[in-house]
Structure formats: structure tokens, C-alpha cells
């Protein structure tokens, strides 16, 4: 059972950055696709970026794509969310998940955090 904790998420004005990790225990982080997910208020969840288990393959949302970046470092059992240029539509709940399929629905993620609060004010 593997399981994540986000941190990194706060206030922060328009135009600014914010670096999300997500760290894993419980089983073997290498084994994971990795993924990052959002869900702002009244708002279905929705996919941000993902990488492959080794980092080989990296996926955006049209709507980050150029402003955020996926990483992980599997020696250190953790994941990032570097967001750049943030706006306020940008201000969801951000989460972390862990699976075995490579796609953006949330339904094929199996490990899941509690997620981490980012507010973009403007």
C-alpha cells in the first residue's frame, strides 16, 4: 500500500510560482506512473501532468502545458509540480496519484493523497 503526502501549495498573486512535491512510502515509488491531478470547488477532479515510471514520458493539460513542469526523483521516493506563471483559474486543490496504466482519467490512478490547497489571487 503505497502511500502520498502533497505539500507546497499556498497564497500567491498572478504571475507567480509554486513548486508542489508529493512524497511516497509504503511501497516501490519506481514502479508508479505518477500524475497530478486538481479539483477547484463545484469543479469535477481534473488531470494536470503525469510521468512515466522512469521518468521517460511526460503529459500536460492543454491548459498548464508551457507553464508547468512534472519531475520525480525516484532515489528520494518523490514527485514535483513546478507551476510558473500562475493564475487565478490555476486555484484548485491540487493532488498527487500513483498507478500502473499511463492515462490522464483519474479512475486509473490506485494511490491517491489528500492534496495540497493553491490559491492564485489576482
Known amino acids: 500500500q503505497v502511500q502520498l503526502v502533497e505539500s507546497g501549495g499556498g497564497l500567491v498573486q498572478a504571475g507567480d510560482s509554486l513548486r508542489l512535491s508529493c512524497a511516497a512510502s509504503g511501497g516501490t515509488f519506481s514502479n508508479y506512473h505518477m500524475g497530478w491531478f486538481r479539483q477547484a470547488p463545484g469543479k469535477e477532479r481534473e488531470f494536470v501532468a503525469a510521468i512515466w515510471w522512469t521518468g521517460g514520458a511526460l503529459r500536460y493539460a492543454d491548459s498548464v502545458k508551457g507553464r508547468f513542469a512534472i519531475s520525480r526523483d525516484n532515489a528520494k521516493n518523490t514527485v514535483f509540480l513546478q507551476m510558473n506563471s500562475l493564475k487565478p483559474e490555476d486555484t484548485a486543490r491540487y493532488y498527487c496519484?500513483?498507478?500502473?496504466?499511463?492515462?490522464?482519467?483519474?479512475?486509473?490512478?490506485?494511490?491517491w493523497g489528500q492534496g495540497t490547497q493553491v490559491t492564485v489571487s489576482s
Open positions: 496519484a500513483g498507478g500502473r496504466r499511463w492515462a490522464v482519467s483519474a479512475g486509473a490512478y490506485d494511490y
